[in-house]
């Protein structure tokens, strides 16, 4: 029979993952303000409201309090791109979906607010670079095998589906990502604009074209 977990025990639970969760939300908002570097233990107790004592029972470094950032990003990414996304459809659908997914992205504050400080704080500490291409580089290569997949049925001829599916995202990157990276405004361009003109222009160069003469 299953031990049930007492009052004080949930309680205290509840108050661990606020504590984790109050930390985070500081740590996110400061590294983004000022940089990883120039944050301080003891200034991410204090924005986040709790004791010192308390920060430190939750998170023995800075670099754990990133990783659970990365976490929450590996997350969100997980949820975006869901399992069974490669067979909703012909190409056309699935390119479709995997574009507004990404746009999606885009419009997500703390999504965009991480990037920002990976990008900013990546020269000073590469290790940052790398665990946030760790989580990042599997969708790609998600997206690669799919369009490897397609060309092996005969429907694309992607000769290199890696750098396929790096050219279809820098379509979408450079209408919305780059522009708010660089302070930019965005092309006065709707977002189903942006996807239907992109999935025409990829589809264009790498849709399969059968021989002269076959039926």
């Given amino acids: 029979m299953p031990v049930r977990e007492s009052s004080n025990e949930a309680v205290a639970k509840v108050r661990r993952a606020g504590s984790r969760e109050a930390i985070v939300e500081a740590a996110q908002r400061l590294f983004l303000e000022r940089g990883f570097g120039a944050v301080s233990m003891d200034e991410l107790a204090e924005a986040s409201g709790l004791a010192r004592r ?3 029972n939750q998170f023995a470094s800075k670099e754990e309090i990133f990783r659970e950032m990365l976490l929450k990003v590996s997350g969100q990414l997980e949820n975006a791109f869901p399992p069974g996304l490669e067979t909703q459809g012909d190409v056309e659908g699935v390119l479709r979906v995997v574009a507004r997914v990404i746009l999606d992205l885009h419009e997500n504050p703390e999504y965009l607010g991480f990037l920002r400080m990976v990008v900013a704080d990546s020269r000073q500490f590469p290790w940052i670079a790398e665990e946030f ?4 580089e599997p969708q790609t290569e998600r997206l690669a095998r799919y369009l490897a997949y397609q060309t092996s049925m005969g429907v694309l001829a992607c000769r290199n589906p890696m ?5 279809f995202m820098g379509m979408l990157n450079e209408f919305s990502l780059w522009p708010w990276m660089t302070g930019r405004g965005r092309a006065a361009v709707e977002a189903e604009e942006v996807v239907d003109e992109s999935i025409r222009m990829f ?3 790498y849709r399969q074209t059968q021989p002269k003469g076959s039926s």
Wanted: aromatic residues 6%; proline residues 0%; charged residues 5%.
């Fill in 54 to 56: 308390t920060l430190y």
């Fill in 133 to 136: 291409a760790a989580v990042m």
């Fill in 163 to 167: 750098l396929a599916a790096h050219q």
């Fill in 203 to 205: 589809l264009r160069h």
